[in-house]
């Protein structure tokens, strides 16, 4: 039997969540469920879909690895499109000061923050990111992602810019999540820069971009465009130059202060803007019409004890909603997707159906890959998870635990709760 050669039978649910682009407004609750699903795998590729009669009148048992999935759900792997896993150091006593009631930007302004992290990857070997990355990956597997966005952005210069995208190449090839990467260079104006944050963006583009599009150290060009930060004008610039050079583009965009974000990643054809607490009412029409991904990510709200972004109001204007984790060591040390699934559901007023599409086919939309993974459709990849209940409903129900029981990758099972090691 070929490896990935995979049948999957008997699926109480099997939640297909079919499509190959992201879904926008209403579109997201449409989950394309199969009541006794089945699902066929070659070499790691979904070769058919149907029900459980169908797919064994036309396949032989005896020709893959048999998963039977009795009173359980099937749904494609989650896609974690936007994390920080790779850096070096933890900020733990940031977290107790915002507990005493300092801000995430009080804190960042006085020389703490985004630019602790920097300081402790700077001095992390690759073996130690290369550790700790593997640890957070394998935690992220666990809760059903197969695959994940991880930024750079605690180097801030070349050497720990591409230091960080070299451990999520090697992480990319030993680990069965797949990683998309992501350059962000521009997450932080270093001290040096302080007053000079045109030059910063100058030296970005003349000497750090160039490396990462030509060795393809990154598929997206990210920056964090906010008061105090980077403007909407240094934004437009660095990814401007970001699509010359054959990169996709993305930002944290409206997260503390309504800047115009939303309405730059329009402008750009972004794939995706992400945070968007603040983002206006016209920001919102903006990338409805030009397709950007909207990418909320409540887990922080939640940490920052902020308002939740107006998920609701997004998909009701039409947007195309995707939720993540937003993994890093500040603003939110979490890789909890059930977490992630309880505040979609319980405070942004999404449907389950919506959250379940938020994480799948538009997560992989916001990573430019919905044409590949994100939904259980032939010829895309075969990722898939297994619950350890007969509904996707369950998922934010068991409030903040993860219900999923196996993980399957490219037709390989890579995780088993039940096989204890
Ligand atoms: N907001 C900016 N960047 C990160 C936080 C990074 C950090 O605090 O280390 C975010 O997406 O939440
Ligand atoms: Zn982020």
Known sequence: MKKGNVLIK??????????????????????????????????????????????????????????????????????????????????????????????????????????????????????????????????????????????????????????????????????????????????????????????????????????????????????????????????RRLLIKAKEMGMQVKLHADEIVQLGGAELAAELGAVSADHLLQASDQGIADMAKAGVVATLLPATAFSLREHYARGRYMIDQGCAVALASDLNPGSCFTESIPLVFALATLYMKMSIEEAVTALTINGAAAVGRADQIGSIDVGKQGDVIILEFPSYKYIPYHIAVSTVEKVVKKGVLVFDKEVKS
């Open 10 to 235: 008997n699926a109480a649910e099997l939640v297909t969540c079919s499509g190959f682009q992201a879904k926008k407004g209403k579109e997201m609750n449409d989950l394309h469920v199969i009541p006794q699903g089945a699902v066929v795998m070659e070499e790691g590729i979904i070769k058919a879909v149907g029900t459980t009669e169908e797919i064994l009148k036309n396949y032989n048992e005896s020709d893959y690895e048999v998963i039977d999935a009795t009173g359980k759900a099937v749904l494609p792997g989650f896609v974690d499109s936007h994390t920080h896993f790779v850096f070096g150091g933890y900020r733990a006593e940031e977290f107790s000061w915002r507990l005493r009631g300092d801000s995430y930007m009080e804190i960042m302004e006085r020389g703490g923050g985004i630019i602790n992290s920097v300081r402790a990857t700077k001095e992390a070997t690759k073996e130690e990111l290369h550790r700790v990355g593997k640890k957070r990956l394998d935690s992220m597997l666990s809760f059903g992602v197969t695959t994940v966005e991880g930024k750079s952005g605690y180097g801030l210069d070349y050497d720990t810019e591409i230091k960080q995208l070299e451990v999520m190449d090697t992480l990319n090839q030993e680990h069965p999540i797949d990683i998309v990467k992501t350059f962000l260079g521009a997450h932080a104006v270093p001290k040096d820069y302080k007053g000079r944050e045109d030059e910063f963006i100058d030296y970005l583009i003349e000497q750090v971009l160039p490396t990462v599009a030509e060795r393809n150290l990154a598929e997206f060009c990210d920056i964090f465009c906010e008061k105090n930060v980077f403007s909407v004008e240094q934004s």
